[in-house]
């Protein structure tokens, strides 16, 4: 089924067009196929060109329209600023920066190295932190921007240890975006030097991914209250069947795509810098 397809042909301003990170499958594949069916026209990117125009290929062989496939990387900036100049050009605006990617090197992780711990914060953290950066004069220029950052239930200040980096992450009143990276950036460097306190830093496994979570939900408020005309969210999709977790979640993509879905289609003055859990506003804590 189709939404709003006369209007928006009628006036191409309100045809709403999204951008999509790490679609060539998961969850990310599955939003695509959802915003499609409710007529927005959807870039589905890849890093990798063949497993994108795969992934085009597949969607549009189920019905689906309007999906144009652009290649991204989210930790190269001239993949960035090439996909930036190409939307741009082909619609002259941007309405929904929709961001499922997430480091793949952690479902083959036994041990958790270094280069798996900075691979996995660059592309959960800086990578979509850096194609939001890009991509903000592009959603300066639609009537109503949205940002989606798909986090986890990892993304929540529980997993941080320390009493003391909690509250300067859950003030965002106080919290800048250059304290953020320099907590990242302490992480990083505590992890290089073997010397991953537990009474400060996540425990037990995934600990990278944990930080990267909570990194991109506090980005997330901090984006919100910068851009208020804008609707700023991150979400948890849920435990879904996929690569990520060797396929052991529970539940279907259709069901892990809908709370991001929702969230890229709020109604103007929605709220923002929220944490959903599913299509549920939860709480950052
Ligand atoms: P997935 O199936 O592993 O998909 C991840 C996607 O990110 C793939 O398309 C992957 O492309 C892409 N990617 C990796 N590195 C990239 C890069 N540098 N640039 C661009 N794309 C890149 O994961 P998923 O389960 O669908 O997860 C989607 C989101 O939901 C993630 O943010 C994840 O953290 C979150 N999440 C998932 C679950 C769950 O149970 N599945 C639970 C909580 C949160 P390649 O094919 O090229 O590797």
New binding site residues.
């Given amino acids: 089924m189709r939404y709003g397809r006369s209007d928006a042909m009628d006036n191409p301003t309100l045809q709403k067009v999204a951008v999509v990170?790490?679609?060539?499958?998961?969850?990310?594949l599955e939003i695509c196929r959802q915003l499609s069916a409710r007529g927005v026209t959807v870039v589905l990117?890849?890093?990798?060109e063949e497993?994108g125009l795969a992934a085009v290929r597949k969607l549009e062989a189920s019905g689906a329209a309007d999906v144009v496939f652009h290649q991204?990387?989210?930790?190269k900036s001239a993949s960035i600023a090439s996909l930036g100049d190409f939307i741009h050009t082909r619609f002259g605006k941007l309405d929904i920066l929709m961001q499922?990617?997430?480091?793949?090197g952690l479902?083959n992780a036994i041990v958790e190295t270094y280069e798996l711990a900075e691979d996995c914060i660059n592309?959960?953290y800086y990578?979509p932190k850096r194609v939001t950066e890009a991509f903000i004069p592009l959603l300066q220029s639609s009537q109503s921007p949205r940002i989606v950052n798909?986090?986890?239930?990892y993304g929540k200040l529980q997993y941080i240890r320390s009493e003391r980096i909690k509250e300067e992450l859950r003030n965002v009143d106080t919290l800048s975006e250059d304290r953020l990276d320099q907590l990242v950036q302490a992480f990083m460097n505590d992890f290089k030097e073997g010397k991953l306190d537990q009474n400060v830093w996540p425990t037990r496994n995934m600990v990278a991914y944990k930080v990267a979570?909570v990194a991109l939900s506090a980005y997330t408020r901090i984006l919100a209250k910068r851009y208020p005309k804008f609707c700023i969210n991150c979400v948890?999709?849920?435990?879904?069947k996929?690569?990520?977790?060797w396929n052991l979640?529970v539940l279907p993509v259709e069901e892990?795509a809908e709370g991001p879905v929702l969230l890229a289609i709020l109604p103007d003055g929605s709220p923002s810098g929220l944490f959903y859990d599913l299509k549920e506003v939860s709480s950052f804590e």
């Fill in positions: 990170t790490g679609a060539n499958k998961g969850i990310g990117t890849s890093r990798d497993r991204l990387d989210v930790n499922p990617v997430s480091s793949s479902a592309t959960n990578g798909v986090s986890s239930l979570k948890n999709p849920g435990f879904v996929t690569d990520l977790n979640g892990g």
